[in-house]
């Protein structure tokens, strides 16, 4: 059974660092495409950040370009995201995704099939 945990959420200043975790189990990570995706309510999900299988090729949304980057060990079956200079619009729930098979990063939605059960990021002021 394929498990997705997101951890490392948590309460943070505006221009403060978090990093979140999604540790993978019941799937071979290498054989997927990872995302990272968040949820405001009243929002849609939007992607955030997206990783090919290798880690080589990765995608990010305009909003967390040069702020957050996504990267994988898939030795540890792990997903990283490390955000820096945080705002309060970054305050969301944040959840790992992952689609089987090699493919382009994609921020769809619509694409990924495992969904992890999220993780709070806040931000203040």
């Known amino acids: 059974q394929v498990q997705l945990v997101e951890s490392g959420g948590g309460s943070v200043q505006a221009g403060g660092s978090l990093r979140l975790s999604c540790a993978a189990s019941g799937i071979t990570l290498s054989n997927y495409c990872m995302g990272w995706f968040r949820h405001t309510p009243g929002k849609e999900r939007e992607g955030v950040a997206a990783?090919?299988?290798?880690?080589?090729?990765?995608d990010y949304a305009d909003s967390v370009k040069g702020r957050f980057t996504i990267s994988r060990d898939n030795a540890e079956r792990t997903l990283y995201l490390l955000m820096n200079s945080l705002k309060p619009a970054d305050t969301a729930t944040f959840y790992c995704?992952?689609?089987?098979?090699?493919?382009?990063?994609?921020?769809?939605?619509?694409?990924?099939?495992?969904w992890g059960q999220g993780t709070q990021v806040t931000v203040s002021q």
């Open positions: 990783i090919s299988v290798s880690g080589t090729y990765t």
């Open positions: 995704a992952a689609v089987w098979g090699a493919c382009p990063p994609s921020l769809l939605v619509a694409r990924f099939t495992y």
